[in-house]
T-cell receptor, first 110, second 114 residues
Framework: RKEVEQDPGPFNVPEGATVAFNCTYS??????FFWYRQDCRKEPKLLMS???SGNEDGRFTAQLNRASQYISLLIRDSKLSDSATYLC???????????FGGGTRVLVKP | ETGVTQSPTHLIKTRGQQVTLRCSSQ?????VSWYQQALGQGPQFIFQ???????GRGNFPPRFSGLQFPNYSSELNVNALELDDSALYLC?????????????FGNGTRLTVT
């Protein structure tokens, strides 16, 4: 089983719609969680950290479910510019490394 | 504030050769991590350097090695290149090695091994 798993997609989303997707992690001792966004042939960029109580940043909402070991990202009122690959990132409690999932591709269409 | 810069942007090498990739961390950041990203996959952790010492390593063979300098810039060296080493190599700096420090990535070096 991979340490961090994501549905690769693509999720085809009509402009203005809501899309949500999850990321599961295997290490129950993981403590830090992030969502990164990566555009085609570009470097990943931090979208948001994920806090235990859940957090929102504009149209983006992140949730953490420790019992089931997954995090989620919800995008409301999707824009064409939201088309990208969304990478889930989980820290390893030991080894000082952040582990990336394979990414979920989102395509927002007019 | 200068961001993370990597050089070169593209590189073509032959199997068996050696390569050195360079990274300048964002100002104020003392930790550098290196990642390998194959096409269509997420970045895979190679290693991390904190204050010139290796501070964590992923599942990569010893022919992948690195250095960090007193100004916190870093190098990734790969010996005996293999075809499967073809990938985007990403350098990321962070404020420190703490678990809650997000990564700031450079544009990457695209390595092609023929």
């Amino acid at each position: 089983r991979k340490e961090v798993e994501q549905d690769p997609g693509p999720f085809n989303v009509p402009e203005g719609a809501t899309v949500a997707f999850n990321c599961t992690y295997s290490n129950s001792a993981s403590q830090s969680f992030f969502w990164y966004r990566q555009d085609c042939r570009k470097e990943p960029k931090l979208l948001m950290s994920v806090y235990s109580s859940g957090n929102e940043d504009g149209r983006f909402t992140a949730q953490l479910n420790r019992a089931s070991q997954y995090i989620s990202l919800l995008i409301r009122d999707s824009k064409l510019s939201d088309s990208a690959t969304y990478l889930c990132v989980v820290n390893e409690a030991a080894g000082n490394k952040l582990t990336f999932g394979g990414g979920t591709r989102v395509l927002v269409k007019p | 504030e200068t961001g993370v810069t990597q050089s070169p942007t593209h590189l073509i090498k032959t199997r068996g050769q050696q390569v050195t990739l360079r990274c300048s961390s964002q100002s104020g950041h003392n930790t550098v991590s290196w990642y390998q990203q194959a096409l269509g996959q997420g970045p895979q952790f190679i290693f991390q350097y904190y204050r010139e010492e290796e501070n964590g390593r992923g599942n990569f063979p010893p022919r992948f090695s690195g250095l960090q300098f007193p100004n916190y810039s870093s190098e990734l060296n790969v010996n005996a290149l293999e075809l499967d080493d073809s990938a985007l190599y990403l350098c990321a700096s962070s404020l420190d090695s703490g678990l809650n420090s997000p990564l700031h990535f450079g544009n990457g070096t695209r390595l092609t091994v023929t």
